[in-house]
């Protein structure tokens, strides 16, 4: 690819922290997610197309999320969030009620609801990037919404 990996690296590092966050629900694991796909999108970068840079690392980072829980065996889940938190203010009982919730869903199915609606990528993409069909991400997006739904409190005009 044409272009500076440190570059990218520099341009996308927190993009994919967030993700990373989304996907696992704790700092320290995201960082590790993200600092092993940057690694394995090092050691490929002169192959990697500029325009597909960000779906090929987005692949190495789901495969290595997937790949982390099927070798875990479970998640677990956290009452609080780790100590490297967002800027004060931000963390708001809602964001900690979001966080449990997304939590609280089967890994594929938490990656779907992520790319979907974090990441705003298609349906058709994101049944690319999972080797799924389509309609298994519309259900399957559909249910963690639905689940995300039932677990939330209904929202106030106090958090809008």
Not at 9 to 19: D, E, K, M, N, S
Not at 129 to 156: D, I, N
Request: glycine share 6%.
């Amino acid at each position: 690819m044409g272009g500076d990996f440190s570059e990218y690296f520099a341009a996308r590092a927190q993009r994919f922290r967030r993700v990373a966050f989304a996907l696992c629900g704790d700092w320290h694991s995201a960082e590790d997610l993200v600092q092993a796909m940057f690694v394995q999108l090092y050691r490929r970068w002169r192959r990697v197309r500029p325009d597909t840079a960000d779906a090929y690392a987005r692949r190495i980072l789901l495969n290595l999320f997937l790949a982390g829980r099927r070798k875990s065996g479970r998640e677990y889940v956290t009452s609080s969030v780790p100590e490297a938190q967002p800027a004060p203010g931000r963390d708001t009982p809602l964001r900690l009620d979001v966080e449990r919730a997304l939590a609280a869903l089967t890994p594929r199915q938490r990656a779907m609801v992520v790319l979907r609606f974090l990441e705003d990528l298609p349906v058709r993409e994101v049944a690319a990037l999972l080797g799924v069909a389509e309609g298994t991400v519309k259900s399957q997006t559909a249910r963690g919404v639905e689940a995300l739904r039932a677990a939330l409190p209904a929202p106030t005009g106090e958090e809008w």
